[in-house]
Every structure is written in structure tokens, then in C-alpha cells.
């Protein structure tokens, strides 16, 4: 069977819920390289099982990185990457401990309040008084390791951080590409090795992948006509965004 077999329990209501969710989650991915994670497993987590969206997340996320790549090759700051990398190689593994053992509107409810926070006072005007180094990028790996294993958000800390230390577009967009292509193979077998990938997430995956290509190439063309000022604020309203949309299904029964 084609249809993955929970989505055919799905309300007609429940199913529009979650292809606005695919499409907006695609068009963000497009435009800032982040972000797809985040709108896809919050948008969906109204309407069904949050560990089923973050194994279609993840693998959907795998899929973008690759269409992205042959764009964002040239700018991707790979020393940079390496130590986000590392980190989240620490961070992963207790992310999904944490997911299968503390509830995860409580672990969603906590980072969207940071991301919230954060991104509320880069939009006034905070900065990172100097450019971050090494260690630094290695601590917000690790943050990021254990987001993405717990609640499939862990691209928010990176975005955070990358904007706050004033990257270019071009940088922030080609790092976040490279990082989550490498992390979520990483999240993936993870995931697998804890059962939450099962035939239906793969088959789920399959049929959001037009959707996903169509949104992609929407908001890769608004990235190509953006400003540094532009997509740095509405990155920070993406955030912003998504941490409030975290909030909100986090304290709804």
C-alpha cells in the first residue's frame, strides 16, 4: 500500500493542517535553509504523534540538503561546520534519550521560550560583541545535538547563533545546509536504532517530497532577491514564528 496506513485515519481537516504545514515548512527551508524541522513537526504535532513528524522531518531534511547543495557548495564555511558537528555528535544521543523518557511538550516548551527570547533581542539589536570561535561553535553543537534528538528543532540554536555573530546570507544559509545534511543522517540513525522510523515514515516522506520541491524552489527565489538586512530580520521573524507556534502547542492539552 502507497498510503501509509496512520493517514488513513487522518480528519480531511487534520490532512489540510498538514500539507500547510509541508508547504510553509518548504518554503522556509528554501529561503534560510532552516527552519523546515521546526514548522513541520510543530504544525503537525496538533493534529497527530510528534515522533512520527520528526522521523519525516528528518528524513525530508536529508533530501533538501542534497537538492541545496550544488548552490551552496562554494559558501559553506566547513571548519565552522565541523565544530557544530561535533558537538551535536555529544548531544544527539541524549536528545533521544531525553525524548523517549520526558514528555516532549515539556522539552519543546523550554527551547521555544529560549528561542523566543533570544531572537527577541537580536531583532533590537543585540550582537555577540566578537566573532565566536572554535569552542564556541562547539558548545552550540552540542546544544543542537541534543534539540534535534529531542524534539527535531535542532537547527534554532544554530540559526540563533549564526545570526547573532553576524554572518553573511550566503554563509548562514550554505552552513545551515551543510550542518543539517550531516546531522540528520547522524539524528536519522539514531532514530532507526530506536525504532521510530517505520515503513509508513518512509512512505510518508515519499509523498511529501513534490511539496516539498515546489516550496524550496519558491523560497529559494525570494533568498535570491533578499537584502542582508532583509533576511536577517525575517529570519529572526521565522524564529520568532516558530518558537511561538512551540509555545502554543506546547501548553494545548
Not at 229 to 250: D, Q
Request: aromatic share 10%.
Amino acid at each position: 500500500m502507497i498510503i501509509p496506513e496512520f493517514l488513513l485515519s487522518v480528519s480531511p481537516f487534520a490532512l489540510a493542517i498538514m500539507i500547510v504545514g509541508l508547504f510553509i515548512a518548504s518554503l522556509a527551508r528554501g529561503y534560510s535553509g532552516f527552519g523546515f524541522s521546526a514548522v513541520l513537526v510543530s504544525s503537525w504535532s496538533l493534529v497527530g504523534v510528534p515522533a512520527r513528524a520528526i522521523g519525516v522531518a528528518l528524513l525530508l531534511e536529508v533530501i533538501a540538503s542534497c537538492v541545496q547543495a550544488f548552490s551552496v557548495w562554494r559558501d559553506i564555511p566547513w571548519r565552522r561546520v565541523v565544530f557544530l558537528l561535533a558537538g551535536a555528535a555529544i548531544g544527539s544521543a541524549p536528545g533521544v534519550l531525553l525524548l523517549s523518557s520526558v514528555p516532549a511538550d515539556f522539552l519543546k516548551l523550554g527551547l521555544s521560550i529560549f528561542v523566543l527570547t533570544a531572537a527577541l533581542l537580536l531583532l533590537r539589536g543585540w550582537k555577540l560583541r566578537k566573532k565566536a570561535n572554535d569552542k564556541g561553535a562547539f558548545v552550540v553543537g552540542i546544544a543542537s545535538g541534543v534539540a534535534n534528538g529531542a524534539v527535531g528543532m535542532g537547527g534554532l540554536p544554530v540559526a540563533l547563533f549564526l545570526t547573532a555573530d553576524g554572518d553573511s546570507p550566503s554563509k548562514i544559509r550554505a552552513a545551515v545546509t551543510a550542518y543539517f545534511f550531516l546531522l540528520d543522517v547522524m539524528g536519522l540513525a539514531f532514530l532507526f536504532n530506536a525504532g521510530l522510523v517505520d515503513q509508513d515514515t518512509i512512505k510518508t516522506a515519499l509523498l511529501a517530497l513534490p511539496l516539498l520541491i515546489i516550496g524550496m524552489t519558491l523560497g529559494t527565489q525570494h533568498f535570491l532577491g533578499a537584502t542582508a538586512e532583509g533576511f536577517r530580520r525575517i529570519t529572526l521573524f521565522m524564529l520568532i514564528f516558530i518558537a511561538l507556534a512551540g509555545i502554543i502547542r506546547s501548553l494545548i492539552p
